[in-house]
Structures are given as structure tokens and as C-alpha cells.
């Protein structure tokens, strides 16, 4: 259990399709973070919102969307994707000013665009 | 040449045998992270180390500042330790960069 959870799990949607993805951390964390795994490529950061503010966009396309509502709550909206944009999409979240760059990760959704 | 390089990318071992997977980094940090990233997807943290070296059961991290290298054992491995390993470094904000991970399979 690791205190970040994430919904939902497996998504499959048409390019034309506009879907959200949800994040939830019950560890009281301030930071927040997307974050994208493709096939035999290394965790790539999207997003950070700390405090509720975005804080870091990695240069990602703007069909990817998101939305950080309070500390515990991290949404990821989609729009027009391609089929390239399948791949894992984990949640993470933080203490700033914790342990230094400690991250709990959700458990990801499988996204898959068709 | 990736700022984390992690090696092997696949390793196969047979049960009980010792596992080394390596890590090198051409970052400046302050801590280093191992990451076990079983099939499904979730990420769990295993160590978090800036110097010398953790244990924790049959796990252990190594790290060497100096030589800019790390290293994760796992002593008496079992199947149910295979996984992808992933190591990671804090660059720079709240950045970590990743490698890209050895994926683990211990046969019975």
C-alpha cells in the first residue's frame, strides 16, 4: 500500500476521445507529480505542482492537461491523443522540505490510444 | 549518453544466486534512489542513500560519491525479486532522472 492511488487503472481510448486521469495521496504531501513511461524508455517527468501550483511543465504537448484542484488531488486531462501517447502514466507525490527527493509512486494507468 | 546509466539492462538468474546491478550517474546529487517496479506498473522505494551503504533484509545499496557509482545486491535471490530496478538521482528543483532500469528475472 502505498498511500498514492491512482484511477483508472487501464484506459483505452480513440484519438478523438477526451478522458482524465485521477490521482489521490492520503500521505499529507504537498508536491505532486505526472510523470510518463513508454516501452524500454527511462520515467519521463510531464508535470510538478507544488503547494497546488505548477511548478514544472517538461515541454509537453498541451492535449496532455493538468489540473491540481488541493494538495491531494492531481488530475491529468486528455484530449486528441496519438497512438504514441500510450504508455504508463504514474502519480507521485512528496514532502517539500522532507526528505530530500523522496517519492511515492501510485500504481500507474495503462493507457493505450488507438 | 544518459545522465543515469544502469547496467545490465537484463539479467536472469536461477534461484539462491547473488544478483549486483550497477549504476553510475554523471549528475551531481544528494541522495540516490533504487526503485523496484514490478509487472503492472507500481514503483516502490527500496533505499535512498547519499554514502556508504544500506541494508535491508537480503537487499543492499552501495554507493560510492567519489567514483559516482552505485550499486544494489540482492544476497539468496527468489523469484518473487523479479522486477525492473531502477536507480534515480535529484537534479535539479524537484527533478529526479531516471535510468532506465534492468529488468530482473530469477527462475526457480
Known amino acids: 500500500e502505498t498511500g498514492v492511488t491512482q484511477t483508472p487503472r487501464h484506459l483505452v481510448m480513440g484519438m478523438t476521445n477526451k478522458k482524465s486521469l485521477k490521482c489521490e495521496q492520503h500521505?499529507?504531501?504537498?508536491?505532486m507529480y505526472w510523470y510518463k513511461q513508454s516501452a524500454k524508455k527511462p520515467l519521463e517527468l510531464m508535470f510538478v505542482y507544488n503547494f497546488k501550483e505548477q511548478t514544472e511543465n517538461n515541454s509537453v504537448p498541451s492535449r496532455f492537461s493538468p489540473e491540481c484542484p488541493n494538495s491531494s488531488h492531481l488530475f491529468l486531462h486528455l484530449h486528441t491523443l496519438q497512438p504514441e501517447d500510450s504508455a504508463l502514466y504514474l502519480c507521485?507525490?512528496?514532502?517539500?522540505?522532507?526528505?530530500?527527493?523522496?517519492?511515492?509512486f501510485g500504481p500507474g494507468t495503462r493507457l493505450t490510444v488507438t | 549518453k544518459n545522465e543515469v546509466e544502469q547496467s545490465p539492462q537484463n539479467l536472469t538468474a536461477q534461484e539462491g544466486e547473488f544478483i549486483t546491478i550497477n549504476c553510475s550517474y554523471s549528475?551531481?546529487?544528494?541522495?540516490l534512489h533504487w526503485l523496484q517496479q514490478h509487472p503492472g506498473g507500481g514503483i516502490v522505494s527500496l533505499f535512498m542513500?547519499?554514502?556508504g551503504k544500506k541494508k535491508h533484509g537480503r537487499l543492499i545499496a552501495t554507493i560510492n560519491i567519489q567514483e559516482k557509482h552505485s550499486s544494489l545486491h540482492i544476497t539468496a535471490s527468489h523469484p518473487r525479486d523479479s522486477a525492473v530496478y531502477i536507480c534515480?538521482?535529484?537534479?535539479?528543483?524537484?527533478?529526479?532522472?531516471f535510468g532506465e532500469g534492468t529488468q530482473l528475472t530469477v527462475n526457480p
Open positions: 534515480a538521482v535529484p537534479t535539479s528543483g524537484s527533478r529526479l532522472t
Open positions: 549528475v551531481g546529487i544528494s541522495a
Open positions: 507521485a507525490s512528496s514532502q517539500v522540505g522532507g526528505t530530500p527527493y523522496e517519492q511515492y
Open positions: 542513500l547519499s554514502s
Open positions: 500521505l499529507g504531501h504537498n508536491a
